[in-house]
Nanobody
């Protein structure tokens, strides 16, 4: 797999979790890397994105202030630190990578490469 996510699991509301996305054999600093999620019965939605070249970050309104996206270019890994988790954060979380400069970091069509996803379940 080009992208592989790690770190999902089952936690209680208020807990924290860190997801990792490893881009095997790929440079992650050139173009945007994103995290999306798909909640039960919903379509896939944008969570966060980062341009590691200049550390620009983007967040959806529902996670802003609770989630933090970072990356380590040397390790080819992007992280999503999730704090104060809520039951509504329960979802399959996907990592995505762009391969060209993009202007719409929040749109899944901007990302041609995707991981298989990692499940996050938050209990109340």
């Amino acid at each position: 797999a080009l992208l592989e996510e790690f770190g999902g699991g089952s936690v209680q509301a208020g807990d924290s979790l860190r997801l990792a996305c490893v881009a095997a054999g790929r440079t992650i600093s050139r173009y945007a890397m994103g995290w999306f999620r798909q909640r039960p019965g919903k379509g896939r939605e944008f969570v966060a994105a980062i341009h590691l070249g200049d550390n620009r970050t983007y967040y959806s309104d529902v996670v802003k202030g609770r989630f933090t996206i970072t990356g380590d270019s040397a390790r080819g890994t992007v992280y999503l630190r999730m704090s104060n988790l809520k039951p509504e954060d329960t979802a399959l979380y996907y990592c995505a990578q762009a391969e060209t400069p993009i202007s719409l970091e929040t749109v899944e069509e901007s990302y041609p490469y995707w991981g298989q996803g990692t499940q996050v379940t938050v209990s109340s």
